[in-house]
């Protein structure tokens, strides 16, 4: 069974930096791996992308911020979040995607204060 753990989240101020990570166990060839994030009244938003050849994708809002990365040996993706703004605040989803399945982290809550 494919199973996602988060970790890293917790409540910073503004201009601070968190680091996100995310541990996939179970039997899963993934394709890709990533981040997003829903704060109320907003739509689901992709944050950061990185597909198995390693290309990186990132939302306009937090491009040249945010950092997504990958350790293959561990199967864990990463999101290092500097420079933080109040903005930023919802939870964070980690997600992997394999050829024809998606799986889903249950979410850390990132709080930034301003």
């Known amino acids: 069974q494919v199973q996602l753990v988060e970790s890293g989240g917790g409540l910073v101020q503004a201009g601070g930096s968190l680091r996100l990570s995310c541990v996939v166990s179970g039997s899963i060839f993934i394709n890709s791996m990533g981040w997003y994030r829903q704060a109320p009244g907003i739509q689901r938003e992709l944050v950061a992308r990185?597909?198995?050849?390693?290309?990186?994708n990132y939302a306009d809002s937090v491009q040249g911020r945010f950092t997504i990365s990958r350790d293959n040996a561990k199967n864990t993706v990463y999101l290092q979040m500097n420079s933080l703004k109040p903005e930023d605040t919802a939870v964070y989803y980690c997600?992997?995607?394999?050829?024809?399945?998606?799986?889903w982290g249950q979410g850390t809550q990132v709080t930034v204060s301003s």
């Open positions: 997600y992997v995607a394999s050829w024809s399945s998606n799986y």
């Open positions: 990185i597909t198995s050849g390693g290309t990186t």
